[in-house]
């Protein structure tokens, strides 16, 4: 039994790095952090469980080597837990924020465990021992699984995987020229594949091997084709660096001729930082700015002192950008994106972490670096695991982490620290702590690893559930009407926790609120209208119980309200209060303004509703729906010649906005301004061919010019949008004289 425990032991770590950079399911919404947070967590939870029973229950001791940087890992785990405790959104700290999954507690503390997994259970030298983990074994695991990751990747961006798609059914998300294994983006393979070139550089500065030698053109290869100068960046810094590091310490004396392989290296990343010499026209990912990032964390790090303290929350920069991004965000071509994690991992970390767990990190980082620094030589095995573990820190500072990146900063990490027993035993003494003579101690630890193991099996029950309800999700957004409900009713029923099932759901109900009321007169059914309008409030309700400072759930439960406002008494003002919540959540969101400006018109309070017009065009100048609706409210207040001079500056910045040109022409017709009135119809019902409203104003117009032909033409194309609209077939009878 305990040669069993060692077994899982030894193989959940194995395969876990040869398989975590490929590891992907296309059952889920998110195909890739999703499935590689359910890998990690599940084979580090059952390697860890192992290694605990094999201690307590058949040694019966416990064996701990300690490394110096142990403490920071701990307090640093210790700050992350904390700031889940006090966080804005538990929910998303606990699990990630919906989509990205890669930032809750449970990973992290799955990565911690992995480390503590390897400095205990690993040895950087080779023995006969049967169940030996080493160093070398885990990185050429880690290569073949690289080399993989490249080949499949080159797959993609050549278009291969679609053509294979033509005879095989595949997964749509493989038939995108973006697919990897490794991130939802090309930017997150190439900052990855960064990375794993300074690991092989280094370690062929110490041995050859054919199969390094053809994987790293490879992977540079791949990097050009995305040219993503972050990438390039991070191997130009990290390797200037080390050519610097190993001339001032004299690393390679009279080896010195091994250093080409480096400059080399950087020589081809100038050339492509100055020329990009491959152009191939891929997608490209939304990244958040770096200076944004900045301003953002430093914002709610100084907010208050909680949040300088530990910051608004493990997996909180949702919240973060929402509530302190600039106003001059709105001005940028990104302003109505919400941005979830920030352009860097160390400014993220800032905002959801605090200066305290900011500090915990780089302390532990750049511990680690020193300590390597004064230990390194030309024979250390950590040489190659420095400079990779350095081009990690430097790739922190200008891209976010997701879960491949996050676990190869842990495992190396651990890496580095069984690397420093060979050069410095005493940095890693082993702690024992024997309690084979004292039975009743043993008896109580043997318990607490059963209860452990309990809790573990647990776990993994409701990770089946959750798994299940966020496949039934997946396929629920593929249809339409009450298929997408139950599918939807089941996520929810698999996983009542998560927010944005109920979020969705609350929409899918509208949506068939919507569709019975737009039916006949003779076949509305009330009583359907009123449950799902009920069912819509409960679920859009309960997601914002769920999670009240995600932003995107008070909109939801606004534009609920604003939608039943004819059918439900008070929502109106419901409707009011879910986006004064929402403001206050984002306050630089020209769009919530204007939504919530809206409701007041409709509930009668126009100082109430200009004010907030007002404050939308304050955020965004050119914001075209705020300005319409500011016009709009002057009409009513018989200002119309200020009216029509404001929609006219709107139609003129922007030529292509239909409601904008549809209300103009509105106020130009009733101002008996009709042949340009006609000229703004025209324009929408070419901007938009389907425009019911636009072909109904236009055929008014031209009856009133008595250009009867065109008029029956017009009201003809109405009928065909509505065919049950009385007013539209009255009108073309008189039109027609019948």
Request: net charge positive; no cysteine; charged share 15%.
């Amino acid at each position: 039994m305990q040669n069993t425990l060692n077994s899982i032991v030894k193989y959940s770590i194995y395969v876990l790095v040869f398989l975590l950079p490929l590891f992907w399911l296309p059952f889920s919404f998110e195909v890739i952090e999703y499935s590689k947070q359910y890998l990690l967590f599940f084979l580090v939870s059952l390697s860890f469980f192992a290694w605990l029973a094999k201690q307590v229950v058949y040694d019966k001791e416990i064996k701990f080597r300690k490394s110096p940087i142990d403490y920071f890992v701990l307090g640093f785990l210790l700050i992350s837990i904390l700031s889940v405790i006090f966080s804005v959104d538990k929910n998303s700290s606990i699990f990630g924020f919906y989509g990205r999954f890669s930032d809750g507690l449970i990973g992290l503390l799955s990565l911690g465990a992995l480390y503590f997994l390897i400095t205990n259970n690993v040895t950087a030298l080779e023995t006969k021992e049967k169940l030996q983990i080493t160093i070398s074994k885990l990185l050429n695991l880690f290569f073949y699984s690289v080399g993989a990751v490249v080949f499949i990747s080159y797959l993609s961006v050549f278009g291969i995987w679609g053509k294979i798609g033509n005879f095989l059914h595949l997964p749509r998300f493989m038939l995108q020229s973006t697919f990897n294994p490794v991130a939802g983006s090309l930017e997150g393979l190439s900052v990855f594949l960064a990375f794993a070139s300074v690991l092989l550089a280094g370690l062929l500065l110490a041995k050859s091997s054919f199969f390094r030698y053809f994987l790293l053109p490879a992977a540079l290869g791949l990097m050009a084709i995305i040219d993503f100068t972050p990438a390039w960046l991070i191997l130009l810094v990290t390797l200037l660096l080390f050519m610097a590091g190993s001339l001032v310490k004299r690393i390679f004396k009279e080896d010195v001729n091994r250093l080409l392989i480096p400059m080399l290296l950087i020589i081809i990343a100038l050339g492509v930082l100055i020329f990009h010499p491959i152009k191939i026209n891929l997608p490209k990912e939304q990244v958040l700015g770096q200076s944004i990032s900045w301003q953002v964390a430093f914002k709610s790090a100084t907010d208050n002192v909680k949040g300088g303290f530990l910051g608004s929350g493990v997996g909180t920069f949702h919240y973060d950008f929402a509530k302190y991004k600039p106003q001059s965000f709105n001005q940028t071509w990104a302003w109505q994106i919400r941005f979830d994690r920030a352009g860097s991992h160390l400014a993220e970390l800032l905002g959801i972490n605090g200066f305290l767990g900011l500090l915990a990190y780089l302390g532990l980082a750049g511990l680690a670096l020193v300590i390597s620094w004064f230990l390194i030589s030309k024979q250390f095995i950590g040489l190659p695991l420095t400079i990779g573990f350095a081009a990690l820190v430097v790739g922190q500072f200008v891209y976010y982490q997701n879960t491949s990146l996050a676990f190869v900063f842990w495992f190396i990490l651990g890496l580095l620290a069984v690397s420093w027993r060979t050069k410095s035993p005493a940095s890693m003494r082993e702690k024992t702590v024997s309690f084979k003579n004292f039975p009743e101690l043993s008896l109580l630890l043997t318990t607490v690893v059963m209860v452990f193991g309990v809790a573990l099996l647990a776990l993994y029950f409701y990770g089946i559930r959750y798994y299940l309800a966020d496949a039934h999700y997946l396929k629920a957004l593929s249809v339409l009407g009450e298929p997408r409900i139950k599918g939807l009713e089941k996520a929810v029923n698999l996983n009542p926790g998560l927010s944005q099932y109920r979020g969705v759901l609350a929409r899918a109900y509208l949506a068939e609120v919507v569709a019975e009321i737009g039916k006949p007169a003779a076949e509305l059914d009330s009583a359907k209208i009123q449950l799902m309008v009920s069912k819509s409030i409960d679920q859009a309700r309960a997601a914002a119980a769920l999670q009240p400072n995600q932003v995107a759930h008070q909109e939801t439960l606004g534009v609920i309200y604003r939608e039943i406002m004819g059918v439900a008494q008070g929502a109106n003002d419901w409707g009011i209060k879910s986006f004064e919540k929402a403001v206050v959540l984002e306050p630089t969101n020209p769009v919530l303004y204007t939504e919530l400006g809206k409701l007041y018109l409709a509930s009668g309070n126009k100082e109430k509703a200009r004010e907030s017009f007002n404050k939308a065009i304050e955020k965004k100048s050119d914001y075209a729906a705020a300005l319409i609706q500011l016009s709009l409210l002057l009409e009513q207040e018989n200002i119309v010649d200020e009216a029509i001079t404001g929609l006219e500056s709107v139609v003129m910045n922007n030529p292509y906005n239909v409601e904008a040109r549809f209300q103009l022409g509105r106020l130009y017709f009733n101002n008996s301004r009709i042949n340009e009135a006609i000229e703004q119809f025209q324009a929408a019902v070419i901007l938009v061919p389907n425009h019911s409203n636009a072909h109904y104003a236009l055929g008014v117009a031209y009856a009133a010019q008595k250009k009867t032909a065109l008029a029956i033409a017009e009201f003809e194309k109405v009928s065909e949008l509505n065919p049950d609209n009385a007013d539209v077939l009255q009108k073309l009878k008189e039109l027609r004289g019948e």
